[in-house]
């Protein structure tokens, strides 16, 4: 069947799948993104055929010519989400929906086809059922979802694609932080920006982590775990960090992050996060803050907490800044209480821990 908002998909398990014994020890101490399971899921898409061959195969190399458009000129989008295993033996996801919805949007920046969101979130379904063994059993580990898709047309014009593949694989990853939370030193790049505005800020698309290479290698070089960017028109603002948005906390509760204003991904965790603080009674407002007034606020003592989220790390709190003037500290360089309070909320509603009244949590089996 093709270019419906259904697809088939046909299961070809692998007839040499990892053993019990060696998944399990694998499945130990799988750090993140290093481990993978048995199969991944492939769908064709092609000018006028459409969505086409949806597998869910071993997971191997995929033949690519020298040639293929994504290679040269980059066309290529991902999303990130986990499945987790649920006290009762079941399997969940966190929001898959959304994932499906960003990554239309991401495909329609980088003029890429469309796959319909239902074709996005069975897929996920497919390849979990099918890899179930590989959802670490432990209190902090999940399965890490990465759908993709790129440009794998044989042609070096430059123009969209006409032919792309779509892929998901799984990996099976540990608590993200091994003995406890532990806040991240932030490095301020006085050179390099992410986005600019009418740029691909917004789109979640490889090139938009290439280009913030540089400036994380100037972070470790500034002994700091990750680099925060400014906007780049004024270079005033606080944007978001290379793969994470921000967070600030204030004397009188109140929680701010910066606008999607089109050159910041738009988190959903970020989402999450505003809706759990407003319910907790926070105000919150979006709304752009400056560098300056970063540190004049941690300095005077109204800026509290300041915390970075994403799927991968949920909340991680920002306990120092650096840049190269200086540097300061945020609550002392702990992890702050609402910043605390907000990862527990939302890690208990994510494993199923606590009431879900937004409907966000997906059973998967
Ligand atoms: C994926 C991503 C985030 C976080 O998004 P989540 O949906 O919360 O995982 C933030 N910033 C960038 C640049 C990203 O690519």
Known sequence: MSGGD???????????????????????????????????VTVRYADGKGWYDARVEARGPIPMDPASAVLHYAQEIFEGLKAYRTADGGVTMFRPDANAARFVESAQRMAMPELPPEVFVDSLHKLIEIDREW?????????????????????????PANEYLYMVIASPVGAYFTGGVKPVTVWVSPDYTRAAPGGTGAA?????????????????????????????????FVEELGGMNVFFVYDDDSVVTPPLNGTILPGITREAIMTLAGK??????????????????????????????????????????????????????????????????????????????????????
Not at 211 to 227: F, H, K, N, P, R
């Open 204 to 236: 979640k698309c490889g090139g938009n982590y290439a280009t913030s290479l540089a400036a994380q290698a100037e972070a470790i070089e500034a002994g700091c775990d990750q680099v925060v960017f400014l906007d780049a028109v004024e270079r005033r």
């Open 280 to 365: 907790a009674g926070h105000s919150v407002e979006e709304r752009s803050v400056s560098f300056a007034d970063w540190q004049a606020d941690a300095a005077s003592g109204r800026l509290r907490e300041v915390f970075a989220c994403g799927t991968a790390a949920v909340i991680t709190p920002i306990g120092q800044v650096k840049f190269p003037d200086g540097e300061f500290l945020i609550g002392g360089g702990e992890p702050g209480r609402v910043s605390m309070s907000l990862r527990q909320q939302l890690v208990d509603i994510q494993r199923g821990k606590a009431a879900d009244p937004h409907g966000w949590v997906r059973k998967v089996l």
């Open 135 to 159: 959802i670490p059993t432990g209190e902090d580990g999940s399965l890490y979802l990465r759908p993709f898709m790129f440009a794998s047309e044989v042609f070096l014009g430059v123009r």
């Open 6 to 40: 259904k697809l088939d998909f046909e299961i070809r398990p692998n007839p040499a799948p990892v053993s019990a014994a060696d998944r399990a020890a694998l499945l130990a101490n799988p750090g993140f993104g290093r481990v993978f399971t048995d199969h991944m």
